[in-house]
């Protein structure tokens, strides 16, 4: 601060020795052009007061806040007091399947229901407008019922909801009970993406089915959630949204392609902006891209029902760079037969899978007995495929 006894003692040493002025012009010029800016500061501030932006970002920021710990709530099934208590509701998992169309049905799960090779249902009908097309290929989800669920659109659009807010069906699953979150103005549905731990992770890595990549921080991706747009991830327009994995700033993300090959990426190292990563062939995409979250196996099951196990120090880190074929899980020859990955997980015999075959039938296997089974099939058939697998951890825990 300028007081009149610092004025004063400046114009006694300019007195005492004129030498010396030039420097004192100088630190006086210093100090007011520090204190105008502080005043600009202070003035936009007033005036965003006055407008009330200012208001409306803290509340944002509020809302925001809120909301992380309305996720943190349900991961424990409820207000933190009463899950100490043992007064949360009972856990369940929610089994969800759905369309590049938006269409969704939500099974229920108890955890009285959990046993190896358990029929949970039939899938019966087809998605509305299928008969206009191509049958759209179903997409499987295991959660817990406290999840919330982020719908990603290949438009980068997103909108979130409370898995348990998607009404469960009655008996069979038919595509006649299905929910619809609509696409807008002819975009599809990349995914559904569980974000209920997303206030504990460090990051969000986005990929797309051509195998761009980047990572965002967490914060960067709680203002894209809350602003209903994550963005499509893509450098080509040829390219498409294909998914979201939550993970910690020391772990490894792992893009799996259709074709088999598998390419892993330290998430210390990714970019924060878009850049190519696996190399595909014309004929591959990839299908899904998670962390390995200190798991330590992964499990690739083919649309044969065939389950291929590798531990995760199988899995070499890409290099510095990023422009290589990946690790392949299978042979060429059994590439050239038709094999083809239809989903893929890191696990431990403690996790739960969900398939559904061509026939329509949902079932449930234990990964232990399914790692050691090596197949999803135990009566395999030659028409018979594996459409879609999920892991999930058991909601008893």
């Known amino acids: 601060m300028i007081t009149p006894e610092k004025i004063d003692e400046w114009l006694r040493e300019v007195e005492e020795r004129p030498s010396s002025a030039s420097l004192i012009i100088q630190l006086i010029a210093n100090r007011l052009s520090a204190l105008s800016r502080r005043y600009e500061e202070v003035l936009a501030e007033n005036t965003l007061l006055l407008t009330g932006k200012k208001v409306e970002e803290y509340e944002a920021r509020i809302a925001s806040l809120e ?18 208590a043992g007064e949360a509701s009972p856990a369940t998992a929610s089994l969800f399947i759905y ?3 938006g269409l969704v049905l939500r099974r229920e ?3 009285s229901e959990l ?4 029929d949970l249902g039939q899938l019966r009908g087809q998605p509305a407008g299928a008969e206009e097309g191509p049958q759209p290929v179903p997409q499987l989800l295991a959660v817990g019922s406290h999840e919330e669920l982020l719908f990603l659109f290949d438009s980068g659009r997103t909108a979130t909801i409370a898995a348990a807010d998607i009404p469960a069906a009655a008996g069979d699953l038919d595509w006649e009970q299905a929910s619809l979150e609509e696409p807008r103005g002819g975009e599809e549905l990349a995914g559904i993406v569980p974000i209920g731990r997303m206030p504990l992770s460090d990051c969000c890595v986005q990929a797309s089915r051509q195998g761009a990549i980047k990572k965002m921080v967490r914060s960067a991706f709680e203002s894209y959630v809350a602003k209903h747009f994550v963005g499509t ?5 040829t390219d498409r949204t294909c998914g979201l994995a939550l993970c910690e700033k020391d772990d490894r993300v792992v893009l799996a392609s259709q074709e088999g090959y598998l390419l892993t ?3 210390a190292r990714l970019s924060y902006a878009i850049e190519d990563s696996i190399r595909l062939s014309p004929t591959d995409h990839i299908v899904t891209a998670f962390a390995l979250a200190q798991k330590k196996q992964i499990a690739l099951l083919t649309n044969t029902g065939k389950c291929i196990v590798r531990d995760t120090g199988w899995l070499e880190p890409a290099g510095t760079s990023l422009r290589t074929r990946g690790q392949a899980a299978f042979s060429d020859e059994r590439r050239k037969g038709g094999i083809r990955l239809v989903g893929a997980a890191a696990v431990d015999e403690k996790d739960w899978g969900a398939a559904l075959d061509s026939d329509g039938r949902l079932a449930v296997y234990s990964m232990r007995d ?7 099939f135990s009566k395999p058939r030659e028409d018979l495929r594996l459409v879609a697998f999920a892991v999930f951890s058991s909601p008893a825990g």
């Open 265 to 267: 990426v330290e998430t």
């Open 99 to 101: 369309t590049s169309q």
């Open 67 to 84: 909301y992380q710990l309305d996720l943190l709530k349900r991961q424990l099934g409820g207000e933190p007091a009463a899950a100490a």
């Open 233 to 237: 991830g893509v450098k080509l327009s």
């Open 115 to 118: 046993a190896s090779n358990r």
């Open 109 to 111: 799960l108890d955890p």
């Open 370 to 376: 399914l790692l050691g089974a090596g197949t999803v």
